[in-house]
C-alpha cells in the first residue's frame, strides 16, 4: 500500500458495474481493508437508489469505479457502459470524488479466491460480484 493512500478519503465504496449485477466493496474507515458488502440485481433494485443508501449508511467518503478495459488498455463498448453509470452516479453525488481503476483479470482473481475458500463461485455468482468489487479495491489502494 502507498504512502499517499492515508491522504485519500475513507471508507471508500468499490464498484464492479455489470448489465445484471452489481458487486459492492467497502474499505474500512482507515482504509487498510476492503470487504465484500452485497451484490445488486438489476431488474430487482435501482442501482443508484440503492448506492446512495449505502453511501450515507456508511459515511462514504470515495468512489471507485472498475473499468473493464481491453488487454491491450483500450476502451470498448463496457467501458462506455460503465463511464455512463458513473456519470450518473456522479451526478447525484458531486462532492465524493470518483476514481476510475483497471478491472482487468478482478472477475478471474476474486473467483481464484473464492475457489481457494471452498465456494463454488459458478453457483454463487453474488458471491465473485463482491469478490471483484474487493479486488477492484486493492487495486486502487495499491496505485494511489
Given at each position: 500500500m502507498s504512502d499517499d493512500l492515508l491522504s485519500f478519503p475513507h471508507p471508500a465504496l468499490g464498484i464492479d458495474y455489470g448489465d445484471s449485477r452489481i458487486?459492492?466493496?467497502?474499505?474500512?474507515p482507515v482504509g487498510i481493508m476492503a470487504?465484500?458488502?452485497?451484490?445488486?440485481?438489476?431488474?430487482?433494485?435501482d442501482a443508484l437508489t440503492r448506492i446512495a443508501e449505502l453511501i450515507?449508511?456508511?459515511?462514504?467518503?470515495?468512489?471507485?469505479i472498475g473499468l473493464p478495459?481491453?488487454?491491450?488498455?483500450?476502451?470498448?463498448?463496457?467501458?462506455?457502459?460503465?463511464?455512463?453509470?458513473?456519470?450518473?452516479?456522479q451526478a447525484q453525488h458531486p462532492t465524493l470524488p470518483l476514481h476510475f481503476t483497471d478491472e482487468t483479470?478482478?472477475?478471474?482473481?476474486?473467483a481464484a479466491k473464492?475457489?481457494?475458500a471452498g465456494k463454488n463461485a459458478k453457483?454463487?455468482?453474488?458471491?465473485?460480484d463482491q469478490a471483484a468489487a474487493v479486488e477492484i479495491l486493492h487495486a486502487w489502494m495499491e496505485g494511489v
Open positions: 458487486g459492492i466493496a467497502a474499505t474500512d470487504h465484500p458488502v452485497e451484490t445488486i440485481h438489476v431488474q430487482k433494485t450515507h449508511q456508511r459515511g462514504i467518503c470515495a468512489l471507485v478495459l481491453r488487454l491491450d488498455g483500450s476502451e470498448g463498448d463496457a467501458v462506455k457502459k460503465v463511464r455512463s453509470f458513473a456519470q450518473k452516479l483479470f478482478t472477475t478471474v482473481s476474486a473464492l475457489h481457494e453457483k454463487q455468482k453474488h458471491l465473485i
